[in-house]
């Protein structure tokens, strides 16, 4: 296990190194730059800015002195909000996002192992019709559909919720669905297959032919045979949770990593750009060993080898 982990850890660095070369030099082949939507400012003065934030060198010497800085964990100064380095607006707008991602989890949980266990245990019935139909419903709604929609019916037509907004417990309630409605869905599916899968098992029926409970057939036997194939979902959901709030972080004016990356894209503010790009490539590699490591533990079968 020690000696997987440390591997896995050192292929981080090519893997991460690739990720920031590839940022870098799309971010600055693309066309505009963070100072041109600044029309009124003099050619001198846009001289002088870029000078002090090297772009008047060339290409690769940028590259260089930019990961010299990410090395040390500097991403320097935002080209757009010089009062912040990035790694202070980061630091700031992280747990904004992952407080959104571990609600979203959590409604996603909750649902999708509801729904999945009443699916499996009704199987081929009018109740698993419906909640299969769920399933796919929300796997083929994507969250920028599903945010307006919850914003039309709660907050515009019922005035229940509030549209946007991060201040208060009601404003966490639509951005939360929104993001993880499509998660559950893919929960449903997994735990109902599982489920069903898991009770064709010898063991299983041993375990009902000897008088056990239906509520302990489920949370001992059933679920704890069912949980492999969620906890290798979860390690690409949990990332994807976390990395699709841009799309629902900017409908509901959330501040959060999400929405300073749009803003960030359409600003060409190329730091914060690569900044962000950086710390979601690290949560992505490190929630991915986790899951690893759990399966681990679930399945004894597996080898790290």
């Known amino acids: 296990m020690k000696k997987y982990i ?8 090519p893997i991460l190194l690739a990720i920031i070369t590839l940022t870098f ?34 290409l690769l010497k940028q590259y260089f002195r930019y990961l010299y800085g990410v090395i040390q964990f500097d991403f320097g100064p935002s080209f757009r909000k010089p009062s912040y380095t990035i790694r202070e607006w980061i630091f700031m707008r992280i747990p904004i996002s992952f407080e959104l991602g571990i609600y979203s989890l959590i409604f996603a949980l909750f649902v999708g192992c ?36 919850l ?31 499509i998660y559950s869905a893919y929960i449903t599916r997994i735990i109902r297959s599982s489920i069903i ?25 059933t679920l704890k045979g069912a949980l492999q194939p969620l906890v290798t979902f979860l390690g690409p959901a949990t990332a994807g949770l976390l990395t699709g709030s841009f ?3 900017t ?41 690893d490591i759990i399966q681990g533990y679930l399945d004894p079968r597996i080898s790290y080898e």
């Open 6 to 13: 440390i591997r896995k850890l050192f292929l981080f660095i």
């Open 25 to 58: 030099f799309m971010v600055r082949l693309a066309p505009g730059g963070p100072f041109d939507r600044d029309k009124n400012v003099p050619e001198e003065v846009q001289r002088n800015l870029e000078e002090y934030y090297h772009l008047d060198e060339s």
């Open 114 to 149: 509801t729904c999945g266990v009443v699916s499996a245990f009704y199987q081929n019935t009018w109740i698993d019709t419906c909640l299969t139909s769920f399933a796919v419903l929300g796997i083929c709604i994507p969250s920028f559909v599903i945010g307006p929609i």
């Open 151 to 181: 914003v039309l019916v709660f907050a515009l037509h019922w005035e229940i919720l509030p549209v946007a907004g991060w201040d208060f417990p009601q404003q966490k309630i639509l951005p939360s669905i929104s993001l993880g409605f």
């Open 197 to 221: 899968e898991v009770l064709k098992k010898d063991y299983i029926r041993t375990a009902i032919s000897k008088g056990a409970s239906v509520r302990r057939v489920i949370l001992i036997h």
């Open 247 to 249: 799309i629902v972080e």
């Open 251 to 291: 409908i509901f004016q959330i501040p959060g990593l999400g929405r300073e990356f749009v803003e960030a894209t359409f600003n060409r503010d190329y730091t914060m750009i690569i900044g962000i790009v950086f710390v979601y490539a690290l949560l992505i590699l490190l929630l991915n060993l986790i899951v």
